[in-house]
């Protein structure tokens, strides 16, 4: 089966920075990558996501790039805030006859220093 | 929509008890996803499905686990007995599109204390 591997697993930066957290996936037939964010105490949530027909993709201050070939794709945040600062899960999705599972990564715990 | 509702939202209960968790998926979702979440193991696929119909078990623990979906918009997670290392936050979510990409939708979870 599928198998997401993300690093790091915890990162700090300072407010302004950028960030960069990094997935691998094993299984050829995953085509569908969504980051989600999770807050303490709060429930996943969707930020972005790339299909495998495209190579990147940006929305305001986050964006995700995919190389299909070495099987990683990458989130990218820039001019973090604080309110940035959550756990971050990388998925990947692969497809079978009979729909789509969604695999996690462990998480990246990402802290935006003021 | 009120997004995918799981109840109870918390559960304290003693070792050997029987723990039920309860989830409904968003109206016209097919596909609903049972995970459970801890510090040490990250959020863990255990069950799915499509249409009402299981499609990977493979991560349910083991035969103390059990989970159904008897129609489209309610599912349950069985736990009998239940054991302290079961203690975690265990997710339902849903996802629109049955054989198709689509975003998955989590409900706010269920955390589990077993003493």
């Known amino acids: 089966g599928e198998n997401v591997e993300q690093h790091p697993s915890t990162l700090s930066v300072q407010e302004g920075d950028s960030a960069v957290i990094k997935c691998t996936y094993s299984?050829?037939?995953?085509?569908?990558f969504p980051w989600y964010k999770q807050e303490l105490g709060k429930r996943p949530q969707l930020i972005i996501d790339?299909?495998?027909?495209?190579g990147e993709k940006k929305d305001q201050r986050i964006a995700v790039t995919l190389n299909k070939t070495a099987k990683h794709f990458s989130l990218h945040i820039t001019e973090t805030q604080p309110e940035d600062s959550a756990v971050y899960f990388c998925?990947?999705?692969?497809?079978?006859?009979?729909?789509?599972?969604?695999?996690f990564g462990p998480g990246t715990r990402l802290s935006v220093l003021p | 929509d009120a997004g995918v509702i799981q109840s109870p939202r918390h559960e304290v209960t003693e070792m050997g008890q029987e723990v039920t968790l309860r989830c409904k998926p968003i109206?016209?979702?097919?596909?609903l996803f049972w995970y459970r979440q801890t510090m040490m193991r990250g959020l863990e696929l255990l069950i799915y499905?499509?249409?009402?119909?299981?499609?990977?078990d493979s991560g349910m623990p083991e035969d103390r686990f059990s989970a159904k979906m008897p129609n489209a918009s309610f599912s349950t997670l069985k736990i009998q007995p239940s054991e302290p290392r079961d203690s975690a936050v265990y997710f339902c979510?849903?996802?629109?599109?049955?054989?198709?990409?689509?975003?998955?939708?989590f409900g706010e979870g269920s955390r589990l204390t077993v003493l």
């Open positions: 979510a849903s996802s629109p599109l049955a054989g198709v990409d689509g975003e998955l939708f």
């Open positions: 299984d050829s037939a995953s085509n569908y």
């Open positions: 790339i299909r495998s027909n495209v």
């Open positions: 998925a990947a999705s692969p497809r079978n006859n009979y729909g789509q599972n969604f695999v």
């Open positions: 109206s016209g979702h097919n596909s």
């Open positions: 499905f499509n249409n009402n119909v299981p499609i990977d």
